[in-house]
């Protein structure tokens, strides 16, 4: 009975102790600010993540704004003030945040439907141009996404450099940067770029499927575009999928909760979570920041590439 007695109250010491705890990091974040970049228009991001935002604020018990980036230096500066608690980084834009002292950890990354974590940068052509390789575009219009978006500018920059392009401004007639990845693709099907730098994980899983599913690409005549209007010419290596990350200096006990929210989630609100990707995600990776260190190495050789233009 005394053994008991003593089970049960050290039960309920921990409990409270939890408890209080909680209630803590809660009176001093009684809101959390979630950031994540357009890859899409906004009123698309909304949707998207509206329903996992209203999750993680049930199950975390304080109020969770989404937060619409204008870009990813927007994240990395929000930030750094403080401003934003949980981002949805790129890759590249986490390992520019780091690089430039944001206390910001890593604690997840989306697990693709084959089990896999990674994904590509490619180089989209229309199907019906002549291009077959990148060497044939010498002179022709570049369309990229984002100075720190990693399969939209720095994956390809690195790609271009192992094809001997050092200097994609000089290599090209003219290097847009369109603002976003469906923009990239949107100006490669009107016309206003040759070739087009985009993420793509597999043909049903990336912007390029997810505009051709909304119907968001026209031929000249008004008539739906196809996946086979379309050509990748060049696939990079595999990236490593962003990741979600936390500001460093969040009490543990919340940081702990942020990510069992996201380990949860296709078990607890499987509509939310699959809402996120229109089904194409398997659920949440527990990842650390170092899993980033070769992102990190990358900007560097990326920055070096463009002081040498300079």
Same mark, same amino acid.
């Given at each position: 009975?005394?053994? #008991?007695?003593?089970?049960?109250?050290?039960?309920?010491?921990?409990?409270?102790?939890?408890?209080?705890?909680?209630? +803590?990091?809660?009176?001093?974040?009684?809101?959390?600010?979630? !950031?994540?970049?357009?890859?899409?228009? !906004?009123?698309?991001?909304?949707?998207?993540?509206? $329903?996992?935002?209203?999750?993680?604020?049930?199950?975390?018990?304080?109020?969770?704004?989404?937060?619409?980036?204008?870009?990813?230096?927007?994240?990395?500066?929000?930030?750094?003030?403080?401003?934003?608690?949980?981002?949805?980084?790129?890759?590249?834009?986490?390992?520019?945040? #780091?690089?430039?002292?944001?206390?910001?950890?890593?604690?997840?990354? /989306?697990?693709? !439907?084959?089990?896999?974590?990674?994904?590509?940068?490619?180089?989209?052509?229309?199907?019906?141009?002549?291009?077959?390789?990148?060497? /044939?575009?010498?002179?022709?219009?570049?369309?990229?996404?984002?100075?720190?978006?990693?399969?939209?500018?720095?994956? $390809?920059?690195?790609?271009?450099?192992?094809?001997?392009?050092? +200097?994609?401004?000089?290599?090209?007639g003219k290097v847009v940067f369109t603002g976003s990845h469906e923009n990239a693709v949107l100006a490669l099907s009107q016309g206003t770029v040759d070739i087009a730098a985009n993420q793509w994980t597999s043909d049903n899983d990336s912007t390029l499927a997810q505009m051709l599913t909304k119907g968001m690409l026209k031929n000249a005549d008004g008539s739906p575009m196809k996946k086979e209007d379309f050509r990748i010419i060049h696939k990079s290596a595999p990236i490593i999928n962003g990741p979600y990350a936390y500001n460093t200096d969040l009490p543990d006990d919340l940081k702990s909760a942020i990510a069992k929210a996201f380990f949860d989630a296709p078990t607890k609100d499987k509509a939310a979570f699959d809402r996120l990707s229109d089904g194409q995600k398997k659920g949440f990776h527990p990842a650390t920041t170092k899993d980033w260190d070769g992102t990190i190495d990358l900007i560097k050789f990326v920055d070096s590439l463009r002081k040498k233009a300079s």
């Amino acid at each position: 009975m005394i053994n #008991r007695r003593i089970i049960l109250a050290g039960v309920a010491a921990l409990a409270f102790t939890a408890s209080a705890s909680a209630a +803590d990091w809660k009176a001093k974040y009684p809101e959390l600010t979630f !950031a994540v970049v357009p890859a899409e228009n !906004a009123s698309g991001v909304t949707e998207r993540w509206a $329903p996992f935002v209203s999750y993680l604020s049930k199950e975390l018990g304080v109020k969770v704004t989404l937060r619409i980036a204008n870009d990813y230096a927007a994240v990395i500066e929000g930030q750094r003030a403080g401003n934003i608690q949980i981002a949805s980084y790129g890759s590249a834009s986490f390992a520019r945040a #780091r690089l430039t002292g944001v206390k910001t950890d890593a604690f997840a990354n /989306d697990i693709n !439907a084959d089990g896999s974590t990674g994904y590509y940068s490619v180089f989209f052509v229309k199907a019906s141009s002549p291009y077959q390789k990148v060497e /044939d575009l010498k002179g022709k219009n570049l369309g990229l996404v984002d100075p720190n978006s990693t399969s939209g500018n720095n994956v $390809p920059r690195f790609e271009l450099n192992k094809m001997g392009v050092t +200097d994609a401004e000089t290599y090209f007639g003219k290097v847009v940067f369109t603002g976003s990845h469906e923009n990239a693709v949107l100006a490669l099907s009107q016309g206003t770029v040759d070739i087009a730098a985009n993420q793509w994980t597999s043909d049903n899983d990336s912007t390029l499927a997810q505009m051709l599913t909304k119907g968001m690409l026209k031929n000249a005549d008004g008539s739906p575009m196809k996946k086979e209007d379309f050509r990748i010419i060049h696939k990079s290596a595999p990236i490593i999928n962003g990741p979600y990350a936390y500001n460093t200096d969040l009490p543990d006990d919340l940081k702990s909760a942020i990510a069992k929210a996201f380990f949860d989630a296709p078990t607890k609100d499987k509509a939310a979570f699959d809402r996120l990707s229109d089904g194409q995600k398997k659920g949440f990776h527990p990842a650390t920041t170092k899993d980033w260190d070769g992102t990190i190495d990358l900007i560097k050789f990326v920055d070096s590439l463009r002081k040498k233009a300079s």
